[in-house]
């Protein structure tokens, strides 16, 4: 059975920490790792993620955001498979269970990505959320649903494509899935949800600043994808992949439900 290696980096998040924590430990029925990067909280994250001794392999360095953070989360890693779960997300019971045999029954599936819940503070679970398929064009043309809490990938596809971008500080989860896509790694879509993504007021981020930084990210990695610089033109295409985008989630719940995967 594969051995899942799970990282998730905390700043300050000690009020949602230990419910991310232990949704990763009491996961039964798979090897798991949890490995957890705090930079330098100050509320006392520290201490909650002592609690769980060796349980919890611990990366205490300073580092340049995010991504540099996973990377140094990753480094410690020794699972065939890798996923990343934020401080204030979790996983969904079983999960893992279903995760580590779906790459054992699947052998030329690279990356998964499945569905989950948008969830409140109180760890609610308020909506589903369900997946698109995973193309270029639909990339960039931001014609998709990535949920992020939902994709695992092989530890050799990670190390193959160099790990996370550091420079890229606003979706530089998207840049490493992209990746993938461009170096010919197979994904496949599920309809179960596997995560939750908790959705609360300091998450809600759409002030004009960080739009004109998301857009800038998507500008590069327009010309990434697509292999040429975005036009004027570009910029209303996506509304025409709305119905394709559609039909892919609609096949995704078909395949789900056929193959048990639901």
Not at 75 to 97: E, H, W
Not at 119 to 127: G, M
Not at 210 to 229: N, P, S, T
Request: include cysteine.
């Amino acid at each position: 059975m594969n051995k899942i290696s799970v990282v998730t980096i905390s700043f300050n998040k000690g009020k949602y920490l230990r419910r991310c924590i232990d949704s990763v430990l009491w996961q039964d029925g798979v090897p798991i790792e949890m490995i957890v990067v705090d930079p330098g909280s100050t509320d006392g994250s520290r201490d909650i993620i002592d609690s769980y001794g060796d349980s919890v392999v611990r990366v205490y360095e300073t580092d340049r955001g995010p991504a540099d953070g996973l990377n140094n989360g990753f480094k410690r890693a020794t699972g065939q498979i890798y996923c990343f779960v934020n401080a204030d997300d979790f996983l969904l019971p079983r999960s893992l269970r279903f995760v580590s045999g779906f790459f054992d029954r699947e052998p030329t599936v690279d990356v998964l990505h499945g569905g989950g819940y948008i969830a409140d503070q109180e760890d609610a679970l308020i909506r589903r959320y369900f997946p698109s398929s995973f193309g270029k064009r639909f990339f960039a043309y931001q014609a998709m649903n990535l949920f992020q809490q939902g994709y695992f990938f092989r530890a050799s596809v990670y190390k193959e494509a160099g790990g996370f971008n550091e420079d890229n500080r606003i979706c530089w989860d998207a840049e490493l899935f992209l990746r993938f896509k461009l170096q010919g790694r197979r994904f496949y879509g599920i309809s179960r949800p596997l995560g939750a993504f908790r959705r609360y007021a300091e998450t809600i981020t759409g002030g004009p600043e960080y739009i004109q930084k998301l857009d800038d990210e998507y500008v590069r990695l327009f010309a990434d994808a697509m292999g040429r610089e975005r036009q004027t033109f570009d910029q209303r295409v996506g509304h025409l992949l709305w119905a394709p985008k559609q039909f892919t989630i609609l096949f995704i719940m078909l395949r789900s439900m056929l193959r048990g995967y639901a």
